[in-house]
């Protein structure tokens, strides 16, 4: 057992344990088991849900669901506009979705308000396990806009 579902199996009640246990899957790859357990996260705390949503918005993408990935990420950055994780799904998202403009304008709006933003180094800030997942995400930003 993982350690992640281990910690739910152990607090079935905690929505942090079911967000890391989310975190976890989404960063290996199982974005499906990624997208459920964030759902149920947010389930069990919805007042304290905006990290556990941009982390759904992502799985969504990685799942091909770009619609579901564009709106879960407006509505974080509804509350958030700042968030940098919820505005890079919403411009890769938008992107792959054939709003290749919006994702510009959403780019220009990014580095707005993060002028020292960079392709690169906030890609390493995602641990992913495999490289195609990591380069499925930061291809439409590059695409967009957004400095190397």
């Known amino acids: 057992m993982l350690a992640a579902e281990k ?3 152990l607090s079935p009640s905690s929505s942090d ?3 890391m ?4 899957q989404g960063y290996a790859g199982d974005f499906e088991k990624a997208a459920l357990y964030e759902e149920q996260a947010q389930r069990l705390s919805p007042i304290d849900r905006n990290e556990s949503m941009a982390d759904e918005a992502r799985a969504r993408f990685h799942l091909g669901d770009f619609t579901a990935a564009r709106d879960i990420a407006l509505r ?6 700042r968030w940098l994780t919820a ?4 411009i890769a998202a938008l992107w792959t979705l054939g709003c290749q403009d919006e994702a510009r304008a959403m780019a220009k709006e990014l580095l707005l308000k993060h002028p020292n933003f960079s392709v690169s180094r906030w890609a390493r800030g995602f641990p992913y396990r495999r490289q195609e ?5 930061v291809k439409p930003w590059r695409l967009a806009g957004l400095p190397e």
């Not at 246990?21 to 976890?24: H, L, N, S």
């Not at 974080?76 to 506009?81: C, G, K, S, T, Y």
């Not at 505005?87 to 919403?90: E, I, Q, S």
Request: aromatic share 8%; glycine share 4%; charged share 20%.
């Open 87 to 90: 505005r890079t799904v919403l």
């Open 21 to 24: 246990a989310g975190m976890y």
């Open 133 to 137: 997942d990591i380069d499925a995400l």
């Open 17 to 19: 344990a079911y967000h």
């Open 76 to 81: 974080v950055l509804q509350e958030r506009p």
């Open 7 to 9: 910690a739910i199996a």
